[in-house]
C-alpha cells in the first residue's frame, strides 16, 4: 500500500556529511502527515536498530545525537535524513520505515552509506 525508496547512501570520508532521503508513494487513501516516519539501520550479522522516529516525537538513538537530524516534508511526501561528523561505526544500510495505524508499517529497499577512509 506504501512504496518507499531510499537515496543518498554513499562512501564518505570520517568527519564527512550526507543526506538521505526517502520518497514515499502509492497509498492515495492515506494521508503522509499522518505516517510516523523512521530511519533504522544494519550492519550484516546484526539486528535492525533504529537511528531517528519522526511522529508524535523526535527521536535519535544515543549513538547520532548531535550529529543526525530526520526531517521531513510533507508536501512532497519525502522524509530526509541529514548525517554530520560520520564516524566508521555508522557504515550500515540505512533503511527509512513508515507506520500508520491503520496500513501498518512498510520498510523501503534501504541505501548504503559506508565511512571509511
Known amino acids: 500500500q506504501v512504496q518507499l525508496m531510499e537515496s543518498g547512501g554513499d562512501l564518505v570520508q570520517p568527519g564527512g556529511s550526507l543526506r538521505l532521503s526517502c520518497a514515499a508513494s502509492?497509498?492515495?487513501?492515506?494521508?503522509?502527515?499522518?505516517?510516523?516516519m523512521t530511519w533504522h539501520r544494519q550492519v550484516p550479522g546484526k539486528e535492525r536498530e533504529l537511528v531517528a522516529a519522526a511522529d508524535i516525537l523526535t527521536r535519535y538513538a544515543d549513538s547520532v545525537k548531535g550529529r543526525f537530524t530526520i526531517s521531513r516534508d510533507n508536501t512532497k511526501n519525502m522524509v530526509f535524513l541529514y548525517m554530520n561528523n560520520l564516524e566508521p561505526e555508522d557504515t550500515a544500510k540505512y533503511y527509512c520505515?513508515?507506520?500508520?495505524?491503520?496500513?501498518?508499517?512498510?520498510w523501503g529497499q534501504g541505501t548504503q552509506v559506508t565511512v571509511s577512509s
Open positions: 520505515r513508515a507506520c500508520g495505524a491503520a496500513i501498518g508499517c512498510y
Open positions: 502509492g497509498s492515495s487513501g492515506v494521508t503522509f502527515s499522518s505516517l510516523a
